[in-house]
């Protein structure tokens, strides 16, 4: 299985007549565009922005983030999902870079999360510094603006609209071809590593869960995947709870670590695959992760490991039983996680879960850090959701901090709300650097 990623950097992204992309510059048609991502009017008030790195823009509620993609042969580039079902993980694929797509609704809710596009927190984010094509929208059906299903239409919404996009560069030379294989390196004798990815999954109810192939996966058995499957589109996220520790299809189109072990693969590492797992919502799901984690990683003859975890409390003990199921296997762990300490440091615990074998954890920083930021010239969305809709981390008062919302713009917050702020899947500098 080999796939060849043509890459294309986007230097600006403007409105016009026709969308094409020419010299770096993507020119947008809006009418088109919103066709494209409301085929079936499930959204209103549709309205297209673009927010550069530098300007002070503040976007939110934030949805979904989506890398443009599209294909010559005429495969979905979410197979499943926005098309008819495919292979994914091979032949060639049309990418265009230093940008994404972001749905933006008026309300916010547990899913959500914010960026700013300037200031202090521009860079702890790794939207902060890419342009970012937003679409604002509100539900047509007002009934589901809140609950489990709020989202469903807007995140829809970005797929289709990503690969709208993508479609503009089909006619292209790109920049850069980027091959991803797992050639045979097994005589060269190197350790056999595999990385483990913890889903976004909580409820036995469509809706808040990632999904792979276009299928919920919350009652997912862990299962090994090429990693090229996930550059490709097989997985997308369909929640960001909360928005600072988890993925987004984005995040798994250009997941930092996989790619990381994919460079490596033949050099220092033979790169066994990805095992995709989800948190369980019982115990006993949990115990059957770890058991499926462990048993596949040391069919593979596994001398390594790295666990990608996503979110905190309830996902430490997905986190903590699966890295013990691999180091009683002999396979040797590391884990990556963020710590999530309170906003005082003291009220809440860093994990509801502790083991002494897991003792190679990589901290991508606290989740719940105090974030002060100033107002922005300009919002994207509804700045008025931070108080009135429940973020994970904003409030409406509080007798230390205030109201999250002040009278002149400027927004205190903990970083749960600040999308992507952890960086998870790899992103972080806050921790982790390269030498």
């Given amino acids: 299985m080999s796939l060849e990623v043509g890459n294309f950097y986007v230097k600006d992204i403007v409105f016009g007549d026709v969308t094409e992309y020419k010299d770096g510059i993507l020119t947008v048609n809006k009418e088109e565009a919103v066709k494209a991502l409301n085929p079936e009017g499930n959204l209103k008030n549709i309205d ?15 949805k979904a983030a989506v890398a443009p993609r ?30 994404s797509v972001m749905a933006v ?24 510094t890419i342009i970012n094509l ?9 009934d589901i603006d809140q609950g489990q299903h709020a989202n469903l239409h807007y995140r829809m919404g970005a797929h289709l609209l990503a690969e709208y996009i993508g479609k503009a560069v089909l ?13 045979d390196v097994s005589g060269q004798g190197l350790p056999k590593v595999v990385m483990v990815q913890l889903l976004s999954t909580f409820y036995d109810t469509y809706g808040f ?6 299928v919920d996966c919350v009652q997912l058995v862990p299962t090994l995947v090429h990693p090229a499957e996930l550059i490709d589109g097989a997985l997308c996220s369909s929640s960001l709870i909360p928005a600072g520790q988890h993925n987004s299809t984005y995040d798994y189109q250009n997941h930092p670590m996989l790619k990381k072990l994919f460079a490596e693969h033949g050099k220092t590492i033979d790169f066994a695959g990805v095992i995709i797992t989800s948190i369980g919502p019982t115990i006993e799901r949990k115990d059957r992760a770890a058991i499926r984690v462990a048993e596949i990683a040391s069919m593979l003859h596994c001398d390594g490991a790295v666990y990608v975890q996503a979110s905190d409390g309830n996902p430490d003990i997905d986190f903590f039983k699966c890295i013990v199921a691999l180091e009683e296997k002999g396979i040797k762990t590391v884990g990556m996680c963020s710590e999530s300490t309170g906003r005082d440091g003291t009220t809440q615990p860093t994990k509801v879960m502790l083991d002494a074998r897991a003792d190679a954890i990589v901290c991508t920083g606290n989740a719940a850090e105090v974030l002060d930021l100033p ?28 109201p999250s919302l002040r009278p002149d713009g400027s927004i205190i917050i903990d970083a749960h709300s600040y999308l992507n702020n952890d960086g998870m899947s790899g992103w972080s500098h806050k921790t982790c650097k390269n030498f």
């Avoid at 006619?171 to 050639?183: A, C, N, S």
């Fill in 48 to 62: 297209l922005h673009v927010a550069r790195p530098g300007e002070s823009v503040r976007i939110l509620p934030i």
């Fill in 70 to 99: 599209a294909r010559k042969d005429g495969r979905a580039a979410f197979p499943g999902y926005t098309g008819n079902m495919a292979p994914c993980g091979e032949g060639k694929l049309y990418a265009l870079e230093n940008m």
């Fill in 105 to 128: 609704g008026k309300y916010g809710g547990w899913m959500e999360g914010i960026i700013d596009m300037s200031g202090p927190a521009q860079e702890l984010s790794p939207y902060g």
């Fill in 134 to 142: 937003c679409f604002t929208a509100e539900n047509s059906d007002p």
């Fill in 171 to 183: 006619d292209g030379e790109p920049e850069e071809w980027i091959t991803y294989d797992l050639k």
């Fill in 209 to 214: 869960d990632d999904v792979f192939y276009g």
């Fill in 375 to 402: 107002a922005m010239d300009r919002v994207i969305g509804d700045l008025e959701s931070v108080v009135r809709d429940p973020y994970p981390g904003s409030w409406a008062d509080s007798a230390e901090f205030g």
